[in-house]
């Protein structure tokens, strides 16, 4: 896969690209990040690729040339293009499930006031990750990335893959490293006995508490199983031991700790 990056700031791209899982799946060939800069294709004489807003307004805007030019010189018109925007949709994990799918993605950051309207009409999708205002569109561009290249065959193990958050809609159960009691908060008894049956039912229903607790959005779109709802009723009535956790702390062998 080939992810372009359009930014007028091509040095926020070095500790992203040199660091953890995207630095090793660009050196497994998973992926190719290329970063152009937006500034090497003006033709303004005093390299400017802003302008002040006509009819007047604060700051200053992007101009169409430089972008285009950008997207006609190196061929990006044919891949599919993503504009940073506060208009756009609001990035979700699906998403970039589908654009994983995508042998070449284009991303255009925006900066300073904004992008003139006419840009638009050059790309795909307008995206944005969130409602709030950052100073560019490069920290999206990278979270967009991120979330990306982790998916790529290679990038991180399946069983990882399998395990997060969001997948089905639901939070990610509770995660613990030794030692087993620190400051008088204990380690679940159960992730001791080696019931990996037990186990697994205990994480699912910490993830469907969890997920109500946190995202209730995101509980009321989850698909139920039969067995999420047996879960859901034993937390509705708030058995805290119900017998098939009895059972596994009764039969399992604790780890000397």
């Known amino acids: 896969m080939i992810i372009n990056i359009l930014t007028l700031f091509p040095d926020m791209f070095d500790g992203f690209l040199n660091n953890s899982i995207i630095k090793r799946a660009i050196a497994k060939e998973a992926v190719e990040v290329k970063i152009i800069n937006i500034r090497d294709y003006t033709l303004d004489k005093y390299g400017r690729v802003d302008t002040a807003p006509i009819g007047g307004g604060a700051g200053l805007v992007l101009k169409c040339q430089p972008i285009v030019d950008c997207l006609r010189q190196n061929n990006l018109m ?30 255009i950051c925006g900066h300073y006031e904004g992008v003139d309207e006419r840009i638009n009409e050059y790309v795909d999708e307008l995206v944005s990750i969130g409602d709030y205002i950052l100073t560019g569109g490069e920290l999206g561009a990278m979270v967009i990335s991120d979330s990306i290249i982790r998916l790529l065959d290679g990038a991180i193990s399946n069983e990882s893959l399998n395990e997060e958050s969001f997948e089905d809609n639901l939070l990610e159960y509770p995660q613990y490293t030794e030692p087993d009691d620190f ?14 049956t037990a186990i697994n039912k205990f994480r699912r229903k910490e993830s469907l508490r969890l997920t109500k607790k946190y995202r209730p959005d995101l509980y009321e779109k989850h698909n139920f199983t039969k067995q999420d709802l047996k879960l859901v009723d034993e937390l509705n009535k708030s058995i805290d031991e119900p017998k098939w956790l009895t059972d596994a702390l009764n039969k399992g062998k604790k780890f000397t700790k």
Request: glycine share 6%; charged share 25%; proline share 7%.
């Open 78 to 107: 044919d891949t599919h293009k993503i504009l940073m925007s506060p208009r756009g949709k609001t990035y979700k994990q699906s998403d970039a499930k589908t654009y994983k799918n995508c042998p070449e993605l284009t991303i």
């Open 183 to 196: 400051e008088g908060k204990k380690v679940p008894n159960i992730l001791y006995t080696g019931n990996h």
